[in-house]
T-cell receptor, first 109, second 118 residues
């Protein structure tokens, strides 16, 4: 069966520090992968998606970047975090339906 | 671009009663999918129900059913016999069925917080 792993679950980082969130998928090959962000009390906004290794599309301009170094690995990064980067980040992969990771709660202080 | 609107920020229901959550969307496409997701306090996204636009029959999953009105671009969720465990944030979402760069992306509404009173 397909599973998706996302870590860490919770992260508190100071402003200006770097960020790396990792997501891996098991049980499928060449999945479409996505990073979403959810601000407090709001809906999910698509940040990045990838249809293959090294292929990244950005949906909104921002302080973050994404990479896909392996088929089933998707990484969300930042060189210098801003206060506005705080939020809940969800990784997902899709076939016919979506499967979401358990999310990372990021607080930038 | 597609948009999804949930006009009810909060709803409440008594346990064992029925509640309907509203969702409207805007699209120029004819083939797409619509979803309702549940997000409990754990914030895990849980698929509640899915509807294919080409199907006229409304989807049902146990106590959950939808009223899909394609011409009106409306997609409401009905929860029957509400249970305490149904309390959560509910999101309506749209996904294009066409290929290309838009394939697979979900567009979400802003969510409706559902409270269930014992």
């Amino acid at each position: 069966s397909q599973t998706i792993h996302q870590w860490p679950a919770t992260l508190v980082q100071p402003v200006g520090s770097p960020l790396s969130l990792e997501c891996t998928v098991e049980g499928t090959s060449n999945p479409n992968l996505y990073w979403y962000r959810q601000a407090a009390g709001r809906g999910l906004q698509l940040l990045f998606y990838s249809v293959g290794i090294g292929q990244i599309s950005s949906e909104v301009p921002q302080n973050l970047s994404a990479s896909r170094p392996q088929d089933r690995q998707f990484i969300l990064s930042s060189k210098k975090l801003l206060l506005s980067d705080s939020g809940f980040y969800l990784c997902a992969w899709s076939s016919q339906n979506y499967t979401f990771g358990s999310g990372t709660r990021l607080t930038v202080v | 671009a597609q948009t999804v609107t949930q006009s009810q920020p909060e709803m409440s229901v008594q346990e064992a009663e029925t509640v309907t959550l509203s969702c409207t969307y805007d699209t120029s496409e004819s083939d797409y999918y619509l979803f309702w997701y549940k997000q409990p306090p754990s914030r895990q996204m849980i698929l509640v129900i899915r509807q294919e636009a080409y199907k006229q029959q409304n989807a049902t999953e146990n106590r959950f059913s939808v009223n899909f009105q394609k011409a009106a671009k409306s997609f409401s969720l009905k929860i029957s016999d509400s249970q305490l465990g149904d309390a959560a944030m509910y999101f309506c979402a749209y996904r294009s069925a066409s290929g290309g760069t838009s394939y697979g992306k979900l567009t979400f509404g802003q969510g409706t917080i559902l409270t269930v009173h014992p």
